[in-house]
């Protein structure tokens, strides 16, 4: 076995400052080889996002004790029995739904919904139904398949796409959850057409991977809406066309007014039923509400009955940006070294291991959009 340092959460809904409580300690674990179609990589960059956030602070419980982290890239170490299409030293980014390639889902195209790879991401395993983490002989839950906040990680083939070596790590990170599922919103969700307008509703790193991607997809409109004017500042910057404060007054009539009756495309990436509302009520006639932010569990949204069939509105859910990682991840790299979809300018900072409590302190405060952890 190989001994690696790992941050394990055991206890979500500790009070915040997390610099304080401390729910993420940095243990010394054990890590099994790979098993059958599984790969040993070791993980050089792992951004910190609200999913990881989520699942300190209690508001989406996961199977405890926890190796936490999702959104990463590395190289791979050693392969197990089974992997003949990588090889030691491929540089990779994991996917946080592994796909098994042959459910319904999969085979209609919607990987995303993979019915193995969720069941397996609700249990704590890997796709295979394994555990390759000890601590002091105790098995430790898989985060999302990856476990990223760690020196090396054991993950299934299923959950690793290869890319281009020239890619820096770091940047290389973040199409593994935040680019994947903010573009991948507009592109294969939305299907949004040049010319035609779109709105995003918070500006993290998902909402502003959808910004960039209504920018790329060339849409006539681009508005980004937030509580914070340094994320509208920041939006501004990527390309939006208008900005609102979401805190001004009555922030819908102000959009539609600006619209001429409101947007094609509306975008809520806060995962809060306002944020979900305010993005219905901004949606022009025969437009679409998309909404990939993740509420707490038993949130509830009211949807008026008569625009949905008067006005022919569309609502619909976007989860992993409706994405095939295979197919897209290498698509929005290329977007990226064309100069189309600019994500580097979305790493607000670099970081080691240690500091992992301050960097959630920093993210839940809003002060960063995407901070990586480097190994």
Same mark, same amino acid.
């Given at each position: 076995m190989r001994r690696v340092r790992s941050a394990i959460l055991r206890q979500s809904?500790?009070?915040?400052?997390?610099?304080? %409580?401390?729910?993420?300690? $940095?243990?010394?674990?054990?890590?099994?080889?790979?098993?059958?179609?599984?790969?040993?990589?070791? $993980?050089?960059?792992?951004?910190?996002?609200?999913?990881?956030?989520?699942g300190i602070n209690g508001d989406r419980p996961r199977p405890l004790p926890l190796a936490l982290?999702?959104?990463?890239?590395?190289?791979?170490?050693?392969?197990g029995p089974g992997v003949t299409d990588l090889s030691p030293g491929d540089h990779v980014v994991m996917s946080f739904v592994p796909v098994c390639g042959h459910c319904p889902e999969c085979a209609d195209g919607r990987a995303q919904l993979c019915e193995p790879g969720n069941a397996a991401n609700v249990a704590g395993t890997l796709m295979g139904g394994g555990r390759r983490i000890l601590c002091e002989g105790v098995e430790i839950n898989h985060h999302s398949g990856v476990s990223a906040f760690s020196e090396y990680a054991v993950i299934h083939r299923r959950s690793i796409v290869r890319i281009d070596r020239e890619l820096p790590l770091p940047i290389a990170a973040l199409f593994g959850c935040g680019v994947m599922t903010g573009v991948g919103a507009v592109m294969n969700t939305c299907r949004v057409r040049p010319g035609q307008s779109v709105?995003?509703?918070?500006?993290?790193?998902?909402?502003?991977?959808?910004?960039?991607?209504?920018?790329?997809?060339?849409?006539?409109?681009?508005?980004?809406?937030?509580? %914070?004017?340094?994320?509208?500042?920041?939006?501004?910057?990527?390309?939006?066309?208008?900005?609102?404060?979401?805190g001004d007054g009555d922030v819908a009539d102000a959009v539609r007014a600006a619209t001429g009756g409101g947007v094609d495309h509306a975008l809520e990436m806060a995962g809060a039923v306002p944020a979900f509302d305010l993005a219905f009520r901004i949606t022009r006639r025969g437009g679409t509400t998309a909404t990939a932010g993740l509420s707490r569990?038993?949130?509830?949204?009211?949807?008026?009955?008569?625009?949905?069939?008067?006005?022919?509105?569309?609502?619909?859910?976007?989860?992993?940006? %409706?994405?095939?990682?295979?197919?897209? $991840?290498?698509?929005?790299?290329a977007l990226y070294r064309a100069g189309h979809l600019p994500v580097d300018k979305l790493l607000s900072s670099t970081g080691p291991l240690e500091g992992i409590n301050e960097a959630f302190d920093r993210l839940d405060r809003g002060e960063v959009v995407r901070h990586v952890i480097t190994m």
């Open positions: 809904g500790l009070p915040r400052p997390y610099a304080e %409580s401390r729910p993420l300690a $940095i243990e010394e674990v054990e890590l099994r080889p790979p098993g059958r179609d599984e790969v040993l990589v070791r $993980i050089a960059a792992a951004g910190l996002c609200h999913s990881d956030l989520s982290g999702h959104e990463a890239a590395g190289v791979v170490e050693e392969l709105a995003v509703v918070g500006l993290g790193g998902v909402g502003l991977s959808a910004l960039l991607g209504a920018v790329a997809s060339g849409a006539g409109r681009v508005i980004g809406i937030d509580l %914070s004017p340094a994320k509208l500042e920041l939006a501004r910057t990527l390309g939006a066309t208008d900005t609102f404060l979401a569990p038993g949130s509830e949204f009211r949807l008026p009955a008569v625009p949905v069939v008067a006005d022919e509105r569309v609502v619909r859910g976007s989860y992993m940006g %409706s994405c095939v990682p295979s197919r897209d $991840i290498p698509r929005f790299i």
